[in-house]
């Protein structure tokens, strides 16, 4: 069964330092994987996928994510924090020739400091 | 371009009564979604449609909640009755039929539903 697992609730981090969001997955074969910000009272955005090619995927907003297939993870990365980037962040896995049904993680929240 | 519009955005009823949330994909996307997200979780998905048919609904509570896309534009999700355990936020999604672009799922603000 596909699951993903987003193992810390929260990070903190100060404005200006450098950002990880921890991800990791099981599924069958390979792994289309996603990353999702949601803010207050709104829907989720879409940030990057990683569906083949190059592990590191470039997304919105300066985020980047690394697809690590020994380690089975999917970390979501961004050089220099912004406050404006505090918000819950969703990793999601859809297995490879499933049907497009997302498994989402519980979610972490990002808590920027000025 | 619009995004996915979803009412209303909160709602408020008391258990046993019934209650239906609307959603509008964008435009041209085939493939539209309800998902149910609990207070600190992710969301998970109730329903997946493809244009009018309902191709995944093995989430769906069927003894109380319905579905349904007409023309296979908008979508009408319905709970009833509704319980205590409803209480939640519902989202619609959609995306391209087919394709890299398919795996893209674009979501609606939401439905907050309170039951009391």
């Known amino acids: 069964a596909q699951s993903v697992a987003q193992p810390e609730d929260q990070v903190n981090v100060a404005e200006g330092n450098p950002l990880t969001v921890k991800c990791t997955y099981s599924v069958s074969g390979n792994p289309y994987l996603f990353w999702y910000v949601q803010y207050p009272n709104r829907g989720l955005q879409f940030l990057l996928k990683y569906i083949t090619g190059d592990n590191l995927v470039k997304g919105s907003y300066g985020f980047e994510a690394e697809f690590n297939k020994s380690q089975t993870s999917f970390h979501l990365k961004k050089p220099s924090a912004l406050v404006s980037d505090s918000a819950l962040y969703f990793c999601?896995?859809?297995?490879?020739?499933?049907?497009?049904?997302?498994?989402f993680g519980t979610g972490t929240l990002l808590a920027v400091q000025p | 371009e619009a995004g996915v519009v979803q009412s209303p955005r909160y709602k408020i009823i008391e258990k046993k009564q019934p209650v239906a949330f609307w959603c509008n994909p964008i435009?041209?996307?085939?493939?539209l979604y309800w998902y149910r997200q609990n207070l600190g979780q992710g969301p998970e998905l109730l329903i997946r449609y493809e244009n009018e048919e309902a191709v995944d609904d093995s989430q769906l509570p069927k003894d109380r909640f319905s579905a349904e896309r007409l023309k296979g534009v908008d979508s009408t999700l319905k709970i009833q009755p509704a319980e205590l355990g409803d209480s939640a936020v519902y989202l619609c999604?959609?995306?391209?039929?087919?394709?890299?672009?398919?795996?893209?799922?674009?979501f609606g603000p939401g439905t907050r539903l309170t039951v009391t």
């Open positions: 999601a896995v859809r297995g490879y020739g499933a049907t497009n049904k997302l498994i």
């Open positions: 435009s041209g996307h085939n493939t």
């Open positions: 999604a959609s995306s391209l039929a087919g394709g890299r672009t398919s795996y893209e799922q674009y």
